[in-house]
């Protein structure tokens, strides 16, 4: 069974950093395009950063220039340099991956459980 595992999240104060990774495992054949998103309590999630197997990355407006995506395919993981943190970051932060499984022609979208990311003093 495919699963998306996230770490890296928790307290901090605002202007401080933070880094989430995520690591894919099972039978995975490819990963196309990974991704963080986030949900606010209360509010959609949303997306937060993008990166495609070649490295191709855009990023939400709000994050743009304080957050960094990156990302390893020889380990099939995921991450997020998180710079310059704001109250307004804070959320449930989930890892997301289009990828097609071993034995499957068709790709999937598949879902971390979600890390928790608080900016506060």
């Known amino acids: 069974q495919v699963q998306l595992v996230e770490s890296g999240g928790g307290l901090v104060q605002p202007g401080g950093s933070l880094r989430l990774s995520c690591a894919a495992s099972?039978?995975?054949?490819?990963?196309?395009?990974m991704g963080w998103y986030r949900q606010a309590p209360g509010k959609q999630r949303d997306l937060v950063a993008r990166i495609t197997r070649g490295g191709s990355t855009n990023y939400a407006d709000s994050v743009e220039g304080r957050f960094t995506i990156s990302r390893d395919n020889t380990k099939n993981t995921v991450s997020l340099e998180m710079d310059s943190l704001k109250p307004e970051d804070t959320a449930v932060y989930y890892c997301?991956?289009?990828?097609?499984?071993?034995?499957?022609?068709?790709?999937?979208?598949?879902w971390g459980q979600g890390t928790e990311v608080t900016v506060s003093s």
């Open positions: 099972g039978p995975i054949f490819y990963i196309d395009t």
């Open positions: 997301n991956a289009n990828l097609r499984p071993t034995g499957s022609t068709r790709f999937s979208n598949s």
